[in-house]
């Protein structure tokens, strides 16, 4: 009892100091995130690259069999043994000690990068101006002429939409964005298809990123016009962007400095469906549309009535876990976060003169 007490404790103080450390972002940012992540992620993440499958998903099912296995254990012995109390008491014991070490495996290899100073401290001085409803509107006019110029050239170009071809050229173009944000430089691997793809899409979730085996992973059912921009996101995670508005940040910039028309259609495309979501249903609005391209309108559609089939209590439930997750992790917002990335790229827009 009272070496279990010990290790408790013990593990109960680590807890503690890790929660400490995220008080402050100055030294997570570069003690943390800009060392001691990138070092342990960069050099793990070679090793589970090498797999071609997703090692995440095979000890997610290892990981729930055993909690249904030593729940059924308990129960059988709380039937069948006199010593119920003491059961019940190691049972307990160990679901709190297992959530500890979970706790500080977690906040040790990735967790801790929640707390690091966000990037949109960089366009602080952009931020001064508030945003109002006619920045948002010159930013969906921007992407709109850009998705449009693109539309036309990519009828006259072979375009591969293949996952693991688009997913090999955007591992490639994340490069690009290295000479703007330098302190993300690190070593990356490709982002691997979820074998289970279709329960994914019934929990309405196009990639999940694993910290435990810093694997980026991607449901590759999506519509193909998602795969570039999603795969881009998943790897902003694995290089320690742990925000949701900042992960679709660099995956747009990505998107949008690649030479294959394609991808930087997929940016284009999956940030104007976030821009279109904050906009008011008015005049102003059906004007923006009127000048999107007949085909886009149509993926549009496509799109938005792809997800809709998969839509139900199972998917509710998905995004009440996501929001209380990302809640739990520095994100105020929720599952709203995502759409933050309005906010970031006209601060980001701002900064380059173009609304």
Same mark, same amino acid.
């Given at each position: 009892?009272?070496?279990?007490?010990?290790?408790?404790?013990?593990?109960?103080?680590?807890?503690?100091?890790?929660?400490?450390?995220?008080?402050?972002?100055?030294?997570?940012?570069?003690?943390?995130?800009?060392?001691?992540?990138?070092?342990?992620?960069?050099?793990?993440?070679?090793?589970?690259?090498?797999?071609?499958?997703?090692?995440?998903?095979?000890?997610?099912?290892?990981?729930?069999?055993?909690?249904?296995?030593?729940?059924?254990?308990?129960?059988?012995?709380?039937?069948?043994?006199?010593?119920?109390?003491?059961?019940?008491?190691?049972?307990?014991?160990?679901?709190? $000690?297992?959530?500890?070490?979970?706790?500080?495996?977690?906040?040790?290899?990735?967790?801790?990068?929640?707390?690091?100073?966000?990037?949109?401290?960089?366009?602080?001085?952009?931020?001064?101006?508030?945003?109002?409803?006619?920045?948002?509107?010159?930013?969906?006019?921007?992407?709109?002429?850009?998705?449009?110029?693109?539309?036309?050239?990519?009828? =006259?170009?072979?375009?591969?939409?293949?996952?693991?071809?688009?997913?090999?050229?955007?591992?490639?173009?994340?490069?690009?964005?290295?000479?703007?944000?330098?302190?993300?430089?690190?070593?990356?691997?490709?982002?691997?298809?979820?074998?289970?793809?279709?329960?994914?899409?019934?929990?309405?979730?196009?990639?999940?990123?694993?910290?435990?085996?810093?694997?980026?992973?991607?449901?590759?059912?999506?519509?193909?016009?998602?795969?570039?921009?999603?795969?881009?996101?998943?790897?902003?995670?694995?290089?320690?962007?742990?925000?949701?508005?900042?992960?679709?940040?660099?995956?747009?910039?990505? $998107?949008?400095?690649?030479?294959?028309?394609?991808?930087?259609?997929?940016?284009?495309?999956?940030?104007?469906?976030?821009?279109?979501?904050?906009?008011?249903?008015?005049?102003?609005?059906?004007?923006?549309?009127?000048?999107?391209?007949?085909?886009?309108?149509?993926?549009?559609?496509?799109?938005?009535?792809?997800?809709?089939?998969?839509?139900?209590?199972?998917?509710?439930?998905?995004?009440?876990?996501?929001?209380?997750?990302?809640?739990?992790?520095?994100?105020?917002?929720?599952?709203?976060?995502?759409?933050?990335?309005?906010?970031?790229?006209? =601060?980001?827009?701002?900064?380059?003169?173009?609304?």
């Amino acid at each position: 009892m009272k070496n279990k007490l010990i290790f408790l404790l013990c593990i109960s103080v680590i807890a503690i100091l890790l929660k400490l450390l995220s008080l402050s972002k100055f030294l997570v940012e570069n003690f943390y995130s800009k060392f001691i992540y990138k070092k342990l992620a960069g050099g793990l993440n070679k090793l589970s690259g090498k797999l071609s499958f997703s090692l995440g998903e095979i000890l997610i099912i290892i990981f729930a069999i055993i909690i249904i296995l030593f729940i059924i254990f308990t129960i059988k012995n709380l039937i069948t043994e006199k010593e119920r109390l003491k059961i019940l008491f190691n049972f307990l014991y160990s679901i709190i $000690c297992a959530a500890i070490i979970v706790y500080i495996i977690f906040m040790s290899i990735w967790g801790l990068n929640y707390y690091r100073m966000p990037i949109i401290d960089n366009y602080s001085k952009y931020m001064e101006k508030q945003i109002y409803n006619e920045d948002i509107y010159s930013l969906a006019e921007y992407l709109i002429k850009d998705i449009n110029n693109l539309k036309s050239q990519i009828k =006259y170009s072979e375009i591969n939409t293949n996952y693991q071809a688009l997913n090999r050229m955007v591992e490639v173009d994340y490069k690009n964005i290295f000479e703007e944000f330098n302190f993300l430089n690190m070593n990356y691997s490709r982002t691997k298809p979820i074998k289970s793809s279709k329960l994914f899409l019934y929990l309405q979730i196009s990639g999940i990123y694993n910290p435990f085996t810093f694997e980026s992973n991607v449901n590759i059912l999506i519509p193909y016009v998602s795969f570039p921009f999603t795969v881009a996101h998943e790897i902003s995670h694995q290089i320690g962007i742990s925000y949701e508005d900042e992960a679709n940040f660099l995956a747009y910039l990505v $998107c949008s400095k690649s030479e294959d028309l394609f991808i930087r259609y997929s940016g284009d495309f999956e940030i104007l469906l976030y821009i279109l979501s904050e906009l008011n249903r008015d005049e102003d609005y059906g004007y923006l549309i009127s000048n999107l391209n007949e085909e886009t309108k149509k993926e549009i559609k496509e799109y938005n009535e792809f997800w809709r089939q998969y839509s139900g209590d199972l998917s509710k439930i998905s995004e009440k876990v996501n929001d209380t997750y990302l809640k739990a992790n520095s994100q105020k917002e929720g599952v709203k976060s995502y759409s933050r990335v309005v906010r970031l790229l006209v =601060y980001y827009y701002r900064s380059k003169n173009i609304i």
